[in-house]
C-alpha cells in the first residue's frame, strides 16, 4: 500500500456552492447542478473562463444523468476545457484534485446534482421490482437483474450487515440511534438542512421500521439539490480571496465487496472503509488529535459506525462504550475528547442526501470560519469519509493555514 504523497497539500479547494434543500424543488439535475456550480466559481473570485476542468458526480443508479460534464459545460459557456470526468458520489473530487496536480487542468469545478427518483418514494417500495427496473431503463439507467446486484435498494445490505453488527458484538440498536440524533442536532444550526426537529431516542426506537434493525431514521434522506466546488493549484489559490483549503492527503480503498456485496461478506474489518482508512493515515502528517470535525458517511447509520471504528477512533465493535463515553448531553451530540464534533451539517440524515458532496462543503465553510451558527471556532483540519461499506469509498483531510 503505497505511502506516497506528492499532491499533499498542493491542491486547494476555493470555492464552494450549494442549493437549497429540498423534498420537491421540481427542478432537473442539470438546473441544480448549474446553480452550484455558477455560486462556486463566483465564491472563488474566479469567472468562467477560468475553469478549464469540469466533473460531474452523481450517486449509484442515479448516476450523473442529465448534469453531466458536457451538459454542465454548455450550460456554463464555457468553450474550452482540458479534463472531464462523469464519476461516482465524491470520488470526481479526488479526481479533479489529481487533475490539477497532474497539470491535466488547472482550475476545475466539481459539480453535483441530486433529485429524487420515482423509486425512493413511499408507493415504490410495495411496486414489483419489474416495474421498478422499468422505469429505470426508461430514464436511460442501464438494466439489472438482481435487485441488489443491479446498486438498487433500499437498505437490504446495509440493514443485514447492521443485523450481523449488533449480534457479533452483543451490542443494542441504541449504538444506530446515537448517530442519528448527532446529526439531527447539528442539524437544528444548519438552515438548509431539510429536517431541523430534534430527536430523541425514544423517537429513534419508536420511528417506523423499514428493514430491521433500520428504521426511517438509519436511512438517509433523498432530496433535491445541487453542490459544487472549485479546485485549483496552491499557487493559484493564493493570489484569490478565500482563504485557501488545502487537500492534506486522500485516497480512494477498494475490497473486492463491490458487485456480489448481498452476499456473505467475510470479516467487518476487510470492508472498504478500513482499506481507505489504512492508506489515508499513510500518508497524512496528521492524526485523529488534530482532527476538529469528523464526517463519517451516514448515507446508513451503521456506515458510519465503520468508518469510525475503521478511523482508529476505536477497535471494531466499540462504537456504542466510545459514542457514550465522547456524548455531550448538553447539547446532545457527540463531542470526541471533549473538542471534536461529528457531521456538523446534519448529513445525509437530516441536512439531505448528497452522497457525501455536502461534507466537503461544510468543510470547507468551517475551515473558514464561514459556518455561521454552527461554526467550530479554531477550525483547522477535518476529516471526511464517503462511500459505501461494499465500493465507492473517497476519503480526504482538508486543512487550512
Not at 464555457?78 to 497532474?102: K, P, Y
Not at 444550526?189 to 420511528?207: F, G, H, K, Q, W
Not at 487537500?247 to 467487518?268: C, P, Q, S
Request: aromatic share 8%; charged share 20%.
Amino acid at each position: 500500500m503505497s505511502k506516497r504523497n506528492p499532491m499533499g497539500d498542493k491542491v486547494a479547494i476555493v470555492g464552494v456552492g450549494a442549493t437549497a434543500y429540498g423534498r420537491r424543488l421540481d427542478r432537473s439535475r442539470l438546473s441544480l447542478g448549474l446553480e452550484a456550480a455558477k455560486k462556486a466559481i463566483r465564491d472563488a473570485g474566479l469567472a468562467k473562463e477560468d475553469i478549464d476542468g469540469i466533473a460531474g458526480t452523481g450517486s449509484g443508479m442515479f448516476a450523473v444523468g442529465e448534469a453531466n460534464f458536457l451538459a454542465l459545460q454548455e450550460g456554463l459557456g464555457i468553450r474550452e476545457i482540458t479534463w472531464c470526468l462523469n464519476a461516482e458520489m465524491t470520488q470526481g473530487i479526488l479526481h479533479a484534485a489529481h487533475a490539477v496536480f497532474s497539470g491535466a487542468c488547472e482550475t476545475a469545478v466539481v459539480v453535483h446534482a441530486e433529485t429524487r427518483s420515482p423509486v425512493l418514494s413511499a408507493s415504490a417500495q410495495t411496486e414489483p421490482l419489474r416495474v421498478r427496473a422499468m422505469e429505470f431503463q426508461g430514464a436511460g439507467v442501464r438494466p439489472f437483474g438482481d435487485y441488489a446486484q443491479g446498486w438498487i435498494h433500499s437498505g437490504e445490505p446495509y440493514a443485514a450487515l447492521a443485523g450481523r453488527y449488533l449480534h457479533e458484538f452483543g451490542v443494542p440498536r441504541e449504538v444506530l440511534g446515537l448517530i442519528a440524533i448527532n446529526n439531527r442536532s447539528n442539524a437544528v444550526m444548519n438552515e438548509n438542512a431539510v429536517l431541523r426537529t430534534p430527536i430523541t431516542m425514544d423517537d429513534y426506537l419508536s420511528a417506523r421500521m423499514v428493514r430491521d434493525p433500520f428504521g426511517i431514521l438509519d436511512m438517509d434522506l433523498p432530496v433535491d439539490c445541487g453542490e459544487a466546488i472549485v479546485i485549483t493549484t496552491e499557487e493559484r489559490a493564493q493570489a484569490l480571496p478565500k482563504k485557501p483549503v488545502y487537500i492534506h492527503a486522500a485516497t480512494f480503498g477498494e475490497a473486492n465487496r463491490g458487485t456480489e456485496y448481498y452476499e456473505n461478506v467475510g470479516d467487518y474489518r476487510a470492508m472498504s472503509p478500513w482499506v481507505a482508512m489504512a492508506a489515508l493515515w499513510g500518508k497524512s502528517d496528521l492524526t485523529l488529535d488534530d482532527i476538529d470535525i469528523f464526517f463519517p458517511y451516514d448515507g446508513y447509520t451503521i456506515n458510519a459506525i465503520c468508518f469510525t471504528e475503521a478511523a482508529g477512533y476505536c477497535q471494531a465493535g466499540e462504537a456504542w462504550d466510545f459514542f457514550r463515553e465522547n456524548w455531550d448531553e448538553t447539547s446532545n451530540r457527540l463531542k470526541i475528547g471533549g473538542k471534536t464534533l461529528v457531521t456538523t451539517n446534519g448529513g445525509s440524515l437530516s441536512h439531505g442526501r448528497s452522497s457525501g458532496f455536502n461534507y466537503y462543503t461544510e468543510s470547507v465553510l468551517q475551515l473558514r470560519g464561514e459556518a455561521g451558527a454552527r461554526q467550530l471556532a479554531g477550525c483547522r483540519a477535518t476529516l471526511i469519509a464517503s462511500g459505501s461499506l461494499y465500493h465507492d469509498p473517497s476519503v480526504a483531510i482538508l486543512r487550512t493555514d
